[in-house]
């Protein structure tokens, strides 16, 4: 008998995560297993993941779980083939830690070793905080999932982007993503 059927709950989740065929990530968009409940996950808002209120500290771990994560209309889920287990997101699962430039486009880097070509698949976008009035950028990565862009690689993004009519623009992908004024005049 295969290993995920003798386990459930979180260590059922790393084996049918392990056992993914090929490299890529598996397809959770294909899975439509019942839901099995909630589990204590929490993504912090500075992409830190926690298990019943202490640190995950594998980052292998992490890494694993994060290519089982779905965001379906009532929240984020852990899936494999025969679970569904509801975690707690903060914020964004995932933290854009890097932006490099290929040619005219962005190459982003996630917490979780995501590659991700901004376009018009993986767009930017940028809301404001409510409380302090500071953007928050966010990188869409993979079929609603979405990474905060970290404070310093959104100064690099600023300092690459182009100003027209007071705006901050920037292109990736043949797409172009407003960041926002471009603060020249203000008082």
């Keep these: 008998m295969s290993e995920t059927q003798h386990t459930s709950g979180l260590d059922g989740v790393a084996a049918a995560a392990r056992q993914a065929p090929g490299r890529g990530l598996p397809p959770v968009h294909l899975w439509n297993p019942a839901h099995c409940g909630d589990i204590d ?24 779980f994060s290519t089982v994560l779905r965001k379906d209309p009532d929240g984020f889920h852990l899936v494999t083939p025969v679970e569904k287990m509801k975690i707690t997101v903060e914020d964004a699962p995932f933290i854009a830690v890097r932006v490099d430039r290929d040619g005219e486009d962005l190459i982003f880097q996630t917490n979780v070793g995501d590659e991700v070509r901004a376009g018009p698949d993986n767009g930017l976008r940028v809301e404001t905080d409510p409380n302090t ?16 862009v970290a404070r310093p690689v959104f100064y690099e993004l600023v300092e690459m982007a182009d100003e027209a009519a ?14 926002g004024a471009s603060g020249d005049g203000a008082a």
Excluded: C, M
């Design 41 to 64: 996950i929490v993504i912090k808002r500075n992409g830190q993941w926690f298990h019943e209120g202490t640190p995950i500290g594998r980052e292998a771990l992490v890494r694993l």
């Design 133 to 148: 009035g500071e953007p928050r950028p966010y990188l869409h990565v993979r079929r609603g999932l979405e990474a905060l």
């Design 166 to 179: 007071g705006r901050l623009e920037i292109r990736s992908g043949g797409a172009a993503f407003d960041l």
